[in-house]
């Protein structure tokens, strides 16, 4: 981080512009430097790292966060943050991307369908230090204020140090209340998965459809997982990295090169 | 695999149910097993991990492979494989699930944008070994079954020989005619990214849009890159994994516990 300068700092999330988990991270975030927030104009939650490429984009400047520089997209997470970087601060340099707060756990191999994190991941791959913030809430209603003052602890901590072997972090805040909270974790990420229940029924017209729907299952009784952090009382944090390559599988698989 | 009946194998992809690359990829694979297709019902590139959570998915049979048993459906990828799992063949084991074969690469990070890899991932993800297959090409007019026997003897290895620390595998493989590949190469995964160029334009009623191009950069010179053997006329094997943890940071991060 430039030390210098005050931070530019781009805000985003999964849940849409008007999402209340962007207004307390947009609020935490703005002691710290200069926002800048790019959302999706609609909640985008289980879009994962998706883009879009089959029909084009539109940026719209919005008044939701008073005299902060703010826009709406019609893209996803991870077009946002493409549309931020390439477009809107295209002649300036992003110091910290945060995306959230999202509503609901991110956790384990979440990371993969959350637009929140996808969006964190995307800036990460940029080189820009991200954080992917959310709450273990879904309730609309859920009241996730009282936890702004951690959440800006956490982002403060991350401008003054930096992230060293890693851009990008998972921070998952268990819903207990602040004053329960037990401390803070740094985690791997579980082996948990969900295991889906589709939905099926017939439509008006008598056509059967399904709607995904499904619970969260933690195969994972090892120590150190983000779903342990989160069920004893912890906020959990782990580092992300995005190399997928399965190294240790490399000598077994040697054969499959004489194939040919 | 279980040894003693055919392997039931699960076919997918992103470009759709009538995509050229999914017969060539069905046509390969119908000797080594029993296949069920399950594909989107339009194209799906780049809409990488993304599942379908405010509308409701449909499934039609199809009669595009002749008498092998086919669907598409209306969802992303990601949503094929789990109402592959959850619903069509819910009381069977799949043994293998292939995606693809992808008109284009997807190396290096494309993993993450890519429906063909996220499909492969998903269901890896549920225990199912799986390969995604990308030629790099991209036009439509290209022909990939020259390839179909290479692809064929890659699934028929896997089937033979498993995987071990691995349940996925990323295969790409250089579109210069057969005959011109020089081998097969186990790799891992480069340090390659895209830098996007926004087009931007007016539409009818004089908005600005913009729209997503760019050109993929490669920042690795590094060896045993993806991105390497397929510029050497090698086809690109990385066996990837699902846990993003970026273990190698855990130590610089622990002081971040002590803010709470």
Redesign the interface.
Known sequence: MTKNKKPLILVTNDDGITASGLKVLVNAAKKWGEIVVVAPDS?Q??????????H????YEVDEFGDIEAYKCNG?P??CV??A???LLKDREIDLCLSGVNHGSNVA?N???SGTM?AA?EAS??GIPSIGFSITEFLPGANFEPYGN?VS??VG??IE?G????K??NINIPYIGVEN?K????C??A?A?WK???I??N?PLG??????SGVFENYDNGPDTDVEALENGY?S??????????????V??????S??
């Open positions: 909640p939650s289980g879009q994962g790292h998706a883009i879009t490429l089959n084009p984009l539109r940026i996803t991870v077009d493409k549309l970087k390439s477009v191999i990371i993969l369908y996808s991941m791959l940029e951690l602890d956490i901590y991350v140090k992230m060293e072997h890693t990008l972090l909270i401390g803070i974790k740094v791997r990420q082996e998965n889906e229940e589709y099926a029924n439509d056509r059967t459809y399904y709607w995904m906020v944090i782990v580092p992300c990295e995005h190399d997928l390559t399965a190294y240790k599988s490399f077994s698989l040697k054969s499959i090169e194939i040919l």
